[in-house]
């Protein structure tokens, strides 16, 4: 089995707005060796999108207590090298596009400085009903607009 080249999740060229969120590896996020376990990595990348979402206004917790989540659908992440106990990082996260109520995200997970890249990843979601569990025609009208507004930035 080969594995897909470095450039299949590498993120787009569309924009160079990114959010970024500072995390720090501790030692429950390593194994006996001091490297950061790889799930670590997507639970960053979540906080990093939930903080996002958070800094244009969408709380999580009002989403789902209007009966909407956004499960992750698709996942790809290609570590590039590993992060060490004690390491600063940034997670870059930023949303790609939005097709209905798809959401691609992008992610770089790098050295304070930019100069070292670890991981690079895109992420799918959907928008689900949660009373129904099925997915949502629509997203939630206050979402979808600043959505709308965000998603521009990346068109063209």
């Known amino acids: 089995m080969q594995l897909q080249s470095t450039e299949a ?6 924009s160079d707005t990114w959010f970024d969120y500072p995390v720090r590896a501790q030692p429950h996020h390593t194994d006996y060796s001091g490297v950061v376990w790889h799930g670590c990595y997507i639970s960053w990348m979540e906080e990093a999108r939930v903080e996002c979402l958070r800094s244009l206004g969408i709380e999580f917790a009002d989403l789902v207590a209007i009966g909407c989540d956004l499960p992750v659908v698709e996942l790809s992440v290609r570590y590039h090298r590993p992060i060490k106990l004690g390491m600063a990082a940034i997670v870059r996260a930023r949303m790609a596009a ?4 798809r959401l691609n995200w992008e992610y770089q997970i790098q050295s304070p400085d930019g100069q070292e890249t670890y991981a690079t990843a895109q ?3 959907v928008a689900v ?6 997915i949502m025609r629509q997203l939630p009208s206050a979402m979808q607009d600043v959505l709308k507004r965000l998603s521009g930035q990346f068109e063209g």
């Open 123 to 125: 992420v799918v979601l």
């Open 129 to 134: 009903d949660l009373e129904k569990g099925k």
């Open 98 to 101: 939005m097709e209905g109520v």
């Open 9 to 14: 999740i590498q993120p787009s060229s569309k």
